[in-house]
């Protein structure tokens, strides 16, 4: 079984920056996808990045390409989300999760294990 646990959340002014952290426990075997979702109250969630596990290619949405990364320590088992130029519209909980079979994806429906959320407010 596949554990996810999410860290790093927490509150920030507009402008600034955080990293969340997403370290994983148990065995994937093959290759997959990791990735990190948002959803804010009221909202479906969204996809905000991913990682393919083969060869750490990154993805990212639209509204934060530029400013948010994704990075990973192989070692830890561990990926993290650099969050810069954080806006009011980041603010969010936010959930890692991991897509078996995949090499990256940023659909719901195709990640199979998730991890608790980490609260992200943006506000002055």
Do not use: H
Not at 56 to 64: E, I, Q
């Amino acid at each position: 079984e596949v554990q996810l646990q999410a860290s790093g959340g927490g509150l920030v002014q507009p402008g600034g920056s955080l990293r969340l952290s997403c370290k994983a426990s148990g065995f994937i075997s093959g290759d997959y996808a990791i990735g990190w979702f948002r959803q804010a109250p009221g909202k479906e969630r969204e996809w905000v990045s991913s990682m393919s596990s083969s060869d750490g290619a990154t993805y990212y949405g639209n509204s934060v390409k530029g400013r948010f990364s994704m990075s990973r320590d192989n070692a830890e088992n561990t990926v993290f989300l650099q969050m810069n130029s954080l806006k009011a519209e980041d603010t969010a909980v936010y959930y890692c999760g991991v897509a078996p079979g995949y090499y990256a994806a940023i659909k719901v429906e195709d990640y199979k294990y998730w991890g608790q959320g980490t609260q992200v407010t943006v506000s002055s």
